[in-house]
């Protein structure tokens, strides 16, 4: 399926260039992105512009995985903390992976997380072996 995508661009310049002609030979402007959506052939932006507006918002998006399914109050608990550290309104995801054997993995974009047991094993492993 192709995919498009539509940038909304805006044109600005300087206080003082407003007070001249804009079109004038060798005007200076500048073009800036405010926005873009990347549209699928059937047109559908819905995840796209959910994350804009998120963005807009200053929603986070953070996906949480645990070695055990959480109650809602832990759940609720670990979200608050997260917001009270991001300043942001956070929009959680949960799953459960029982090979994390115990801790939490926690991604945020490109941010990643890792307070698992799994985690902290594969870290001393590695020291373990650069230490030889």
């Known amino acids: 399926m ?3 995508v539509l940038f ?3 044109f600005t310049t300087w206080p003082e260039a407003l007070e001249q002609d804009w079109s004038a ?3 200076l402007r500048e073009i800036v992105q405010i926005g873009a ?3 699928r052939e059937d047109l559908s932006v ?3 512009f959910e994350a804009l507006v998120a963005t807009q918002e200053g929603i986070l998006d953070v996906e949480l995985t645990t070695a055990s399914e959480l109650s809602e109050e ?3 608990r670990i979200v ?3 917001e009270q550290a991001s300043g942001k309104r956070v929009q959680a995801t949960r799953s459960v992976d029982p090979a994390l054997i115990g801790g939490l993995v926690l991604q945020a974009g490109s941010m990643r997380l890792d307070a698992s047991v799994r985690g902290r094993l ?4 590695t020291e373990l072996a650069s230490a030889r």
């Not at 594969?122 to 492993?125: A, C, F, Q, S, T």
């Open 2 to 4: 192709r995919t498009f």
């Open 8 to 10: 909304d661009l805006e």
């Open 25 to 27: 030979a060798g005007q």
């Open 37 to 39: 959506l990347r549209l």
């Open 46 to 48: 819905a995840e796209e």
């Open 74 to 76: 832990e759940f609720g």
């Open 80 to 82: 608050g903390r997260i």
């Open 122 to 125: 594969d870290r001393l492993r």
